[in-house]
């Protein structure tokens, strides 16, 4: 069974060793706090500004000083800072947390296009640390664009012949290991390995025992 991150690396055309350069050093140290608060305000008002009314409803029920703290919050985080994100919201599940956007390929299309011109006008930014960040932009949005499939995949309604019987296995989620949360609004990475979760949102090891234990 194919994993997300493994079609994440399809759909976005970015391997998860690409994507995971970004650990090579340590970005938060090397361009500071408000180079990522900068980058995040750059894309947010791209975003809120964006000609197209599909993309601009996407953020309609988000707050744009609210979007742009949440995402340098975990930027700085994953890229060597301290864990703001976590501290404040803990764990990021960022599968789960998007689960009410449609998160298609064209929406992460635009998304990444956004990104890019924000990183360009960028000047404190080299370009080295650009062509990382990009890379795990990319691999991320697709990433959420997996999850995003898989969450319609589960969401079909079965036909009138099937019946949900207890023999019946729920929908491959627990083979890539992934799992909804009772109330639908997380995505709980219980069956991955501390490593597998230290690796792709860089949270503190307690976030991880006390959600995963949940």
């Known amino acids: 069974m194919q994993s997300l991150q493994e079609k994440a690396s399809v759909l976005s055309g970015v391997d998860q ?6 650990d090579d050093s340590n970005l938060f140290e090397k361009l500071g706090l408000q180079t990522f608060i900068n980058l995040s305000t750059n894309f947010y008002t791209r975003v809120y500004d964006d000609k197209e009314e599909w993309f601009r409803s996407i953020f ?19 890229m060597g800072g301290p864990p703001l994100y976590s501290q404040r919201k803990g ?7 998007h689960r009410p956007f449609p998160v298609t390929h064209q929406a992460a299309e ?3 296009q956004h990104m890019q011109n924000a990183l360009d006008d960028s ?26 499939e898989l969450k319609n995949q589960n969401e079909k309604p079965k036909h009138k012949h099937q019946c949900a ?16 949360k009772a109330n639908g609004s ?3 990475l219980q069956n991955h390995s501390s490593i597998d979760l230290l690796t792709y949102f860089k949270i503190p090891t307690s976030y991880i025992t006390n959600f995963t234990s949940q």
């Open 17 to 22: 060793a690409e994507a995971f350069a970004i």
């Open 60 to 78: 309609s029920n988000s707050n744009k000083e609210d979007a742009i703290q949440n995402q340098y919050e975990f930027f700085v985080q994953r």
């Open 91 to 97: 764990h990021p599940a960022l599968i789960g947390r």
């Open 110 to 112: 635009r998304w990444l």
């Open 123 to 148: 000047l404190d930014i080299d370009q080295d640390s650009k062509i990382k960040m990009m890379k795990f932009f990319r691999h991320t949005a697709f990433f959420l664009v997996a999850g995003n």
């Open 165 to 180: 019987c207890k023999h019946d296995k729920p929908t491959d989620e627990r083979n890539i290991g992934l799992s909804w």
């Open 186 to 188: 997380l995505l709980s």
